[in-house]
């Protein structure tokens, strides 16, 4: 016996109905479920800042930037042109051996400033360069 051509059955499961109603129950267990506590966890921040010694063999390297824009590498200063930068970073054991130092400049320097000494220092081969900050 064969079915009539358009009559054919359709043997699929259609899931659609079956999405609906979990998305609905979904929604409903969300609305009325509590909210997550509100806990506030406590931290305890140290009372006075850590600071660096300079006479501290572990101790970053500080590249120091001054509001009129003079740097000074640890107690070295820096000369004002890029290639005089990179060359006196270069020559620093401390900075090649350790692989990273922080710049620390006032906030009157301009960002032009400090992205400059960076980008010497990455090209004096120094792997990390950071920002030190005061505030935390």
């Known amino acids: 016996m064969d079915a ?8 699929e499961i259609n899931v659609t109905p079956m999405i609906d ?9 969300m609305v009325a479920a509590p909210p997550p506590p509100n806990e506030q966890q406590p931290i ?3 009372s006075s800042p850590l600071t660096e010694q300079p006479d501290n063999a572990d101790a970053t390297l500080l590249i120091t930037v ?15 042109d890029f290639a005089g930068i990179v060359e ?3 020559a ?10 922080a710049i620390s400049a ?3 320097v301009p960002y032009g400033h400090v992205i400059r000494i960076m980008s010497a220092a990455r090209e004096a081969g120094v792997a990390s360069v ?7």
């Open 21 to 29: 109603v979990l998305l609905s129950l979904l929604i409903i267990f």
């Open 4 to 11: 009539e051509p358009g009559l054919d059955a359709v043997c």
């Open 66 to 80: 001054a509001d009129d824009g003079r740097a000074t590498l640890g107690s070295t200063p820096l000369p004002a």
């Open 106 to 108: 006032s906030n009157k």
């Open 92 to 101: 620093n054991p401390k900075a090649q051996a350790d692989g990273r130092l």
């Open 88 to 90: 006196q970073i270069r």
């Open 44 to 46: 305890s921040l140290p």
């Open 130 to 136: 950071g920002v030190a900050s005061d505030r935390l």
